[in-house]
């Protein structure tokens, strides 16, 4: 298992931002892929973000492209992600996952789930 523990969900007003933020309780924490999915009512959960252990350009839903950015500090075993103009849409409880496949954008290739942390946007 790979605690994750995610924090920073609140009630925000659209065109507003938020910061969330996902501690993992695990060694060579550097070498994970990592990332953020969320989950409205009724809906499924989806991709929001991803984040590699090799580097490279993070990967983004077309929904959030340019607006949110996903970031790590491998030093502090955390990934967060940075949510600006947020809209009525955006609201979800937001999950970090890790250990994945470099690449992946599925919930079921990630191995490693927080327990969520909601976020509401209001209009």
């Known amino acids: 298992q790979v605690p994750l523990v995610e924090s920073g969900g609140g009630l925000v007003q659209a065109g507003g931002s938020l910061r969330l933020s996902c501690v993992a309780s695990v060694r060579r924490f550097s070498m994970y892929n990592l990332g953020w999915f969320r989950q409205a009512p009724g809906k499924e959960r989806e991709f929001v973000a991803a984040?590699?252990?090799?580097?490279?350009?993070?990967l983004y839903a077309d929904s959030v492209k340019g607006r949110f950015t996903i970031s790590r500090d491998n030093a502090k075993n955390t990934v967060s992600l940075q949510m600006n103009n947020l809209k009525p849409e955006d609201t979800a409880v937001y999950y970090c996952?890790?250990?994945?496949?470099?690449?992946?954008?599925?919930?079921?290739?990630?191995?490693?789930w927080g327990q969520g942390t909601q976020v509401t946007v209001s209009s």
């Open positions: 984040i590699w252990w090799s580097g490279g350009r993070p």
């Open positions: 996952a890790a250990g994945a496949p470099l690449g992946a954008t599925t919930t079921s290739e990630y191995n490693y």
